[in-house]
Structures are given as structure tokens and as C-alpha cells.
């Protein structure tokens, strides 16, 4: 990958289409876990899609890293959800947004060792759903290989939000030129 690790995650887009078999296969295997490890609430399955159907490759007992994505595509709050199985009501949950259809996040790396300038100014979004999150401060100082930035595209088909996608990062790697998010 880019930042010279064998595995990394890197991003999501989302949701991705899956034929009635892969998903089936999927809700079964959530559901074996659930029973047999007692799971509640999310947990993830990451999985590869071959011809034969879902290869499972990883199963993490915790909130996953696109379940942003979800959220934001499907306008529904999750993590809501989430408490709910396990008794507890979140009054203060945020309300699920408009539906968007589909999202795309990228996880951007130093390419080179590099000192977010002092004179960087953090984007600022009244909007619930901004085009950048864990943005670094001024003066931020990356090593190669380290991940400085998360960028969003947002469509209403997964080839716009990846074209969205796509933008968005070229804009940051020229605001920030040892960023790689390829």
C-alpha cells in the first residue's frame, strides 16, 4: 500500500451491493457469532467477495470503522442502534440524516516526513456531514507512512461518491503535497 505497510485499512465505500447468497451467508455467519461468543450490538465481519462467495478475514467485536459510512449513507444513527441492544435509549442520539445513497472515505498518509503548516486552517462545516474529519492541528508533525487526514465523497451512486472522492483528495494532496491517498 501506499504508506509501505503490507495491511492497512485505508478507507470504505459503501454499501456495497452483495447478492441475496453473499448476504445470506453474512447474516448467518454474524448470527453464529452472536450465539456462540454472546455478542450484542455491532460487531464487524470483514470479509473479501470471491466467486465462490464471502471469504471471512477478520471478525472485530467493536464499532467498525465503516460504520460512518453506514450511518451517513443510510441516514440512520447506528450507534443508536447499537445502545439499544443493550437496554440503553439515547435521547441525545443524533437524528438520522437524509439519505445520501452512497459514501466514500479515504484515509490520507504522509508520503514524507512532514509539519502541518502554522498557518493551516482547519475546514469548518455547519453541515452534520463534513468533507474531512480527524484533521490535525497546526504544526502537527508526521512520519512517513503515518495517517495525517480522512476525506468523504458522497453520491447517490458508488461511482460518484468515488469521483467525489477522488477531488476532494487531489484538492488536499495539493494543499498538502506529502499527502498520498491513492
Known sequence: NEAGLRVAYRGSLGPWPISPEARLVIESTGDVLASEFGLLGFFGIDFALSRRGPIVIEINPRYGASVEVLEDALGVSLLAAHARAFGIDLPSAPKAARRILCVAKR???AMESMRVPDDFQAPTSLDDRPDVADVPHAGTVFSV???VLTVFGR???LRGAVSELVGR???WR???PPLRGR
Open 155 to 157: 453520491g447517490t451512486t
Open 145 to 147: 507512512g503515518e495517517p
Open 174 to 176: 495539493n494543499r498538502t
Open 169 to 171: 483528495t487531489r484538492d
Open 107 to 109: 484515509i490520507l498518509f
